[in-house]
């Protein structure tokens, strides 16, 4: 009871010497929050990517199987086969529980303004084993049967609320499918809750409905047309429970043998020569590489709290100068050192419990807005929030820097001299800071100061490539539209007279410039296909994508070498080929590009084409790192309708109208996609345009932060000597020889942290160059300019109080001692 009295007393105490400082505590509030907001922020992140167990069945046992098929001398990896996924999925024995999935996009025809979605084709399984919470109904039977199609279907809690009005009889309901299989119509059979999140290795986690992988029909029920073994999808993987006791490399040896009973189905089919199962750990696979950004991200936020750290600690012992009057009353009336180190601990305990407090609240609404920016750009995100963990590691940092301030403050008091300090009225109370105290304090803020300024720019660097890349094609003004008509039964002659009909309408259509057959390449997914020379050697993957005659005109791509596609070769007639300059360099390395001309190669369906033309690299901000600007091109035949349309300036087009406008051509055409590709464009360099303005906020904060600190342990040091400097100048000193001085006691410390920061950057980058490339840009002439404008900062924190010091006047002190 007289420890809890005692302690309630001296809480009061500790307040009131805080009250009494209001610019202090406002300082020291204002400078940790803000920081340590953005640090709870980042280890949200880490947390969930490292601490927090992902909501799925059993992450431990769960794995996630690919395959990598090799061609010849060239091997790839990542894509799958509908053939062996399948026949892992039905034989494997190491499973216990196991599941497909596939991405795709369907049109709902019988919904008002037949919306175009993104779905999954899943087993029945993936409900259960990845925890989907439904607000109705429920998943897919368990009894799974790809001999027999399920026209099961479950949507999102956002498509019933888009779509449904919420309508709580909407189980039963049908959705059909523009142009599916089965009579295209299917069974609402449930709605996933919201705050489900799907998984992110798949399309980025961007679904709306869920459909059986029976429902599937680029596999499956599809009389017309059955996949190829070189027909090979990014998004198709199986997802298998490991059964106890079996490990990884049981099961790659498993599935192994299990592939190679029907090799004489894929050997040498399309130039296959290996096919090898990859196997990766569930939360390996839905995180990729992202947790690299995320410790990237928390070195940015420690680097951010060391010099905010090293700042409280300036004004902490400019508290401490403050306070020696105060300590030593206490200690002439038998005040201890314990019970003073209690009072100054229990004053930084407070402050820390404040900004601390503060900070939690600002990071809730920046875990929020973090959650618009990374929505469907990163994966777990819905999973961020400041719940247990967070709390903890934030209590664990409050005690942890309460003591560190308090003890810097204690240690500038001399206990000891207290009592006569008290009868010279407290002159003297707390002893100057060391000279070496300060040059530690300024050298360890320039070092830490420079080193995330330059990893900075070096990740700014990288982002600022990306976007000022040149694209290889124009995006202002034009649109991609694909139309197709269900069941449509004319043959490819007679699908292009219609499209050249529809190209007329469209063209001669108020405010459209021009219209040319084929799709854009600007898309966030991308297509990939293989080529095979005469004698079998196969390539790696090239994107590719299908265009007319006339698109290369229309978006300003260049034909190096050779001619655009004839008209036979969109007809069907005679098989073309163009590749991008890289693609060239590919083939034939020991050859100019335009020598590429008139060679064969097999392609698509194993027919042979001919390389007709020689365009641009097509740098794709997103898959650049990957494809290096290689491309290529295919004729695009008219099995269905696709058109890239320029308007006139200031025209916006939707994909209403052009279903409007060819409606009187053709009622019966469906519109399968519609973009504005600017605003594509822009979508795909989101990411880098947010980091270009996440990186520069945190160069010009730590800058900030840097001088401010530097500033301030000169000018407190100054403060101290102010008595010193006033001798000096009486004694003859020139504004010169303490300039000198300075130089000496300040940027020596400077200089020497920011050669120690250098060493480092350079180091540390050349050391993991490789693993880094994808993050980070040298770009010297950025890096030069940032360490230059770096150090001039710094040079001017140095300066500015001495420089304030003798405006001051200095002398005038010596009247007053």
Same mark, same amino acid.
């Given at each position: 009871m007289i420890n809890l009295v005692k302690l309630k007393s001296q809480c009061r105490l500790a307040w009131a010497m805080l009250k009494s400082a209001p610019g202090f505590v406002a300082a020291v509030v204002a400078t940790l929050s803000l920081t340590l907001a953005c640090l709870f922020v980042v280890l949200s992140l880490v947390n969930s990517y490292f601490l927090k167990p992902l909501d799925v069945f059993d992450e431990t046992r769960m794995l996630v199987v690919e395959q990598q098929t090799t061609y010849q001398d060239n091997s790839s990896s990542g894509f799958q086969s509908y053939q062996s996924i399948v026949h892992w999925l039905k034989h494997s024995q190491s499973f216990e529980r196991a599941f497909m999935i596939n991405a795709a996009e369907q049109v709902f025809d019988n919904l008002e303004g037949q919306p175009k979605e993104d779905v999954l084709y899943v087993g029945a399984e993936y409900f259960s084993l990845l925890n989907t919470p439904f607000v109705l109904g429920q998943g897919f039977a368990l009894a799974e049967n790809f001999e027999e199609l399920d026209n099961s279907v479950v949507i999102s809690e956002r498509f019933w609320q888009t779509h449904f009005n919420r309508d709580p009889d909407v189980l039963g309901q049908t959705l059909h499918v523009a142009g599916g299989i089965g009579g295209s119509s299917h069974t609402i059979v449930g709605v996933v809750a919201e705050q489900f999140s799907p998984s992110y290795m798949i399309a980025s986690g961007s679904v709306e409905v869920w459909f059986p992988t029976s429902a599937d029909a680029r596999f499956f029920h599809n009389e017309d047309w059955q996949s190829p073994w070189t027909n090979t999808f990014r998004n198709l993987k199986l997802i298998g429970v490991l059964k106890p006791g079996v490990n990884e490399t049981q099961v790659r040896e498993e599935l192994k043998s299990q592939i190679d009973t029907i090799k004489p189905e894929w050997l040498n089919n399309g130039g296959i020569s290996d096919i090898q199962p990859v196997t990766t750990s569930y939360r390996e696979a839905e995180l990729g590489n992202n947790d690299e950004l995320s410790l990237m991200m928390l070195a940015g936020a420690l680097g951010l709290l060391t010099i905010a750290v090293l700042n409280v600690s300036t004004l902490f012992f400019s508290r401490a100068l403050a306070q020696h009057k105060t300590l030593a009353l206490q200690a002439v009336l038998g005040a201890k050192r314990q019970t003073l180190f209690q009072s100054l601990f229990l004053q930084s305990l407070m402050l820390m419990v404040i900004s601390i407090g503060v900070a939690l609240f600002v990071s809730v609404w920046g875990i929020r807005l973090f959650k618009v920016l990374a929505q469907g750009r990163l994966p777990l995100v819905n999973s961020l929030t400041v719940d247990g963990t967070l709390v903890m590691m934030a209590i664990g940092l409050c005690l942890l820097l309460a003591y560190v301030f308090a003890l810097i403050t204690a240690r500038l008091v001399n206990y000891q001299a207290l009592n006569s300090q008290m009868q010279r009225s407290g002159k003297g109370g707390v002893s100057q800071v060391s000279g070496r105290t300060v040059k530690v304090l300024i050298a360890s803020q320039m070092c830490v100061a420079a080193i995330l300024v330059s990893f900075s720019m070096m990740v700014l660097g990288k982002s600022i490539e990306?976007?000022?890349?040149?694209l290889g094609s124009k995006t202002d003004n034009l649109y991609f539209a694909q139309l197709f008509q269900a069941n449509n039964q004319a043959t490819l002659a007679e699908r292009y007279d219609n499209i050249k009909h529809y190209q007329s309408v469209l063209q001669n259509s108020p405010g459209i410039k021009r219209v040319a057959l084929g799709q854009s390449p600007v898309t966030a997914r991308q297509n990939?296909?293989?080529?095979?020379?005469?004698?079998?050697?196969?390539?790696?993957?090239?994107p590719s994508q299908w265009v007319g005659p006339d698109y290369f005109d229309l978006v300003g791509s260049n034909i190096l070498a050779g001619r655009t596609f004839s008209e036979q070769a969109i007809r069907g007639e005679v098989n073309e080929l163009l590749v991008s300059v890289s693609v060239a360099k590919w083939l034939q390395p020991d050859l100019e590009y335009h020598q590429i001309i008139g060679k064969n190669y097999k392609g698509l369906e194993e027919k042979v084409f001919e390389i007709v033309g020689v365009t641009d690299d097509f740098n794709h901000p997103k898959f650049h790192d990957?494809?290096?600007?290689?491309?290529?091109?295919?004729?695009?035949?008219?099995?269905?309708?696709?058109?890239v349309i320029e308007t006139d300036d200031n025209v916006q087009l939707t994909g209403k109208q052009v279903l409007s406008l060819l409606f009187e051509a053709n009622s019966h055409l469906t519109l399968w996609q519609f973009r504005d590709l600017a605003q594509e464009y822009d979508n795909l360099l989101y990411m880098s345009h947010l980091t270009v303005a996440l990186c520069g906020t945190l160069a010009v904060f730590t800058l900030l932060l840097a001088a401010i600190g530097i500033f301030g342990v000169l000018s407190y040091n100054l403060g101290l000597r102010r008595y010193e400097f006033g001798i000096r100048m009486a004694l003859g000193a020139k504004k010169s020889r303490l300039i000198r001085l300075m130089s000496k006691e300040a940027v020596v410390p400077v200089l020497l942290g920011f050669s &120690?920061?250098?060493?480092? &950057?350079?180091?540390?980058?050349?050391?993991?160059?490789?693993?880094?490339?994808?993050?980070?840009?040298?770009?010297?002439?950025?890096?030069?300019?940032?360490?230059l404008i770096t150090l001039t900062i710094a040079l001017i924190a140095c300066f500015r109080p001495l420089l304030i010091l003798i405006k001051a006047k200095p002398m005038a002190s010596l009247r007053s001692e």
């Open positions: 990306t976007i000022n890349r040149p990939a296909n293989t080529i095979t020379d005469m004698e079998g050697n196969s390539s790696i993957f090239f990957e494809s290096f600007g290689r491309h290529i091109w295919w004729p695009s035949q008219p099995w269905s309708y696709m058109f &120690v920061a250098i060493v480092m &950057v350079l180091s540390g980058y050349y050391a993991y160059k490789a693993q880094l490339s994808h993050w980070l840009l040298m770009e010297w002439k950025v890096q030069m300019t940032a360490w």
